[in-house]
């Protein structure tokens, strides 16, 4: 494994205890500095009574409430952060972003990772956390997002990837060599290549399967028409099908622009994937 700088968001969740274990074992087992980030009332409801108090001496009382509130959270998810990674004998930091801050604070804090962890409710409920795509462009780092639901250690043994002979498709490759690498199993899922056979090349995913091969991963290519159905539910059923543990795609879009949205096939796996999902841009 060739990663040396992981960072992974923690928060006060029971997910986010798990996702520290999770980012630990990898640091350890890649010999890697781990970089906990905390983003300081991320967990907070979007309601409160006391964000409506009338007078300075109320207000006062409400925002020193407040802040006694956020330093225990954080207190709290830098005990376990620093536990488990002694525990792990990692050389590991932890780092405390303010809610409401620039997104400059995020990308900052991702800019110099090989890989930033996070979870699945990070990007769909808790508020305080850039947007996936505007921390993939900004960044450049890959992500690794770990489902809220997900139960088993392992990350990354069998792997399905999303192969559609696109830039993003590469570059999510070239990120994700340690773990292909690393893998009992690699499936390229390439679905209705009739759509970009001048890219594929006569046999699609043979190119992308022996540039694998060569750096000692062990690859099989699956052929699949979706025959109407959308790709990101092809692609599941065929995670799932296979008892997968880790998806492997790039963050396709069909805009050009910096502040593109998501295609649809990427969307749907950021919401709705019940695996590991690791995204490049």
Known sequence: MTLKSIGVFVDA???GEKRIDYAAALAHRCDAHLAGIHVVSAVRPEYRSDYYVIGEKAIRAAL?????????????????????SAKRDLRAEFRVIRRGGPDDDLTLNSLHSDLVVIGQRELQELRGYTSPEKLLL????????????????????KILVGWNASREAR??????????????????????????????????????????????????????????????????SCAAAHGMDLIVIGAYSHARSVEMLFGGVTRTLLKLAPVPLLMSR
Do not use: M
């Not at 020193?64 to 488990?84: G, N």
């Not at 900004?138 to 043994?157: C, D, F, H, M, R």
């Open 64 to 84: 020193a409430s407040q802040k006694a509130a956020d330093e225990a959270v954080t207190s709290d998810v830098r005990r376990r952060f620093e536990a488990i």
């Open 13 to 15: 969740t029971p997910e």
């Open 171 to 236: 570059r999510a490759v070239a990120d994700a060599l340690p773990f292909l690498v690393a893998a009992s199993s690699v499936t390229l899922l390439v679905v209705d290549s009739e759509q970009r056979a001048g890219r594929h090349g006569e046999e699609p995913g043979a190119d992308i399967a022996l540039y694998l091969t060569r750096h000692g991963a062990r690859v099989e290519i699956e052929q699949v028409l979706s025959q109407g159905s959308p790709v990101a539910d092809v692609i599941l």
């Open 138 to 157: 900004s960044s450049g780092a890959p992500i690794l997002v770990i489902p809220s639901g997900w139960k088993s250690e392992s990350i990354g043994n």
